[in-house]
Nanobody
Framework: VQLQASGGGLAQAGDSLKLSCAAS???????????MGWFRQAPGKERELVCA????????LCGTSVEGRFTIERDDAKKAVNLQMRSLKPEDTAVYLC????????????????WGQGTLVTVSS
């Protein structure tokens, strides 16, 4: 399974950005990927969950620092997720990483099986 991430870049405080991540290399077994999400890591800080979602009516979760500003959207047919980021703040500056798992792991990053390349989001004040 490969994860292809796109989006990100430079923004000013208060702007909106969208990140997208699509999974490929899936077999016909839909259990290959059950949940997908976005993590982020800023310099000198630990990796933290941004938002994660799951298929088949499963759970969805966003970190407290982005609740009410960021939303995650699923594209079931494409096995893809979009992270819509609104009201960006300078503290949202980080490398954002797409991740996928064969089960629900929520904020537990070590439980994710697949990782995409990071995409940098920089928010200026």
């Amino acid at each position: 399974v490969q994860l292809q991430a796109s989006g990100g870049g430079l923004a000013q405080a208060g702007d909106s950005l969208k990140l997208s991540c699509a999974a490929s290399g899936l077999t016909s077994d839909v259990s290959d990927v059950y949940s997908m999400g976005w993590f982020r890591q800023a310099p000198g800080k630990e990796r933290e969950l941004v938002c994660a979602t799951s298929w088949h009516g499963g759970p969805e979760l966003c970190g407290t620092s982005v609740e009410g500003r960021f939303t995650i959207e699923r594209d079931d047919a494409k096995k893809a997720v979009n992270l819509q980021m609104r009201s960006l703040k300078p503290e949202d500056t980080a490398v954002y990483l797409c991740a996928a798992a064969t089960k629900w792991n929520g904020h537990f990053s070590r439980g994710y099986d697949y990782w995409g390349q990071g995409t940098l989001v920089t928010v200026s004040s």
